[in-house]
């Protein structure tokens, strides 16, 4: 059961280049969302996705783009990386809206930006 | 707004002792409340969670329950172990909305 896998896993990249993190989930799951962790700041939340072709903004959009075409795909590109884009970005799926409903979590992916 | 506190840390035990990490909210309406594990080099992992108010949530030896009196969600449990070591995220999720709002996080470590 792989469940959400997350690449690449660890990425250095120079500032302004696009770089783009891959999200896979194979439970079918309606919801996916995109996650930054920082020290201080716990995570917050990048983009969310419903459905296939609905995105939304989540707390710290700027300087991301996503898309959804596919329900069980969820990429996050970062168009002209900087420094303070470092971060480990987590992806993360849950079955449905409703309450309570238990959000899944890949492995993260450490992006360090020079 | 919505927004979780959590104590900072880290909190150090020796294995045996009895832990507890504090975690208040502010929500409208009846959020959803939940505490996830991250061990190094991973993800996290949903913990426990309660729904409603005076739920408890427990698993693998840890507790919280949801006291909306207090607006907290405190986790607690009776005998750490050392592989109990990580970082706890106290999160909640408004009621309308499957979104997390997260803690800060607060890392446990404890010697044997």
């Known amino acids: 059961d792989a469940g959400i896998t997350q690449s690449p896993r660890y990425k250095i990249t120079e500032t302004g280049r696009q770089v783009t993190l891959m999200c896979h989930q194979t439970?079918?799951?309606?919801?996916m969302f995109w996650y930054r962790q920082d020290l201080g700041h716990g995570l917050r939340l990048i983009y969310y996705s419903a459905a296939a072709d609905i995105t939304d903004k989540g707390e710290v959009p700027d300087g991301y783009v996503v898309s959804r075409s596919k329900t069980e795909n969820f990429p996050l590109t970062l168009e002209s990386a900087t420094r303070s884009q470092t971060s480990v970005y987590f992806c993360a799926s849950s079955e449905a809206q409703g309450k309570g409903n238990t959000i899944y979590f890949g492995e993260g992916s450490w992006l360090t930006v020079v | 707004g919505n927004s979780v506190t959590q104590m900072e840390g880290p909190v150090t035990l020796s294995e045996e002792a009895f832990l507890t990490i504090n975690c208040t909210y502010t929500?409208?309406?009846?959020?959803?409340l939940f505490w996830y594990v991250q061990y190094p080099g991973e993800g996290l992992q949903l913990l426990l969670k309660a729904t409603k108010a005076d739920d408890k949530g427990s698993n693998k030896g840890f507790e919280a329950t949801y006291r909306k009196e207090t607006t907290s969600f405190h986790l607690e449990k009776g005998s750490v172990q050392v592989s109990d070591s990580a970082v706890y995220f106290c999160?909640?999720?408004?009621?309308?909305?499957?979104?997390?709002?997260f803690g800060t996080g607060t890392r446990l470590q404890v010697f044997p």
């Open positions: 439970w079918s799951h309606s919801y």
């Open positions: 929500a409208t309406g009846y959020p959803s």
């Open positions: 999160a909640l999720s408004p009621s309308n909305t499957d979104k997390l709002i």
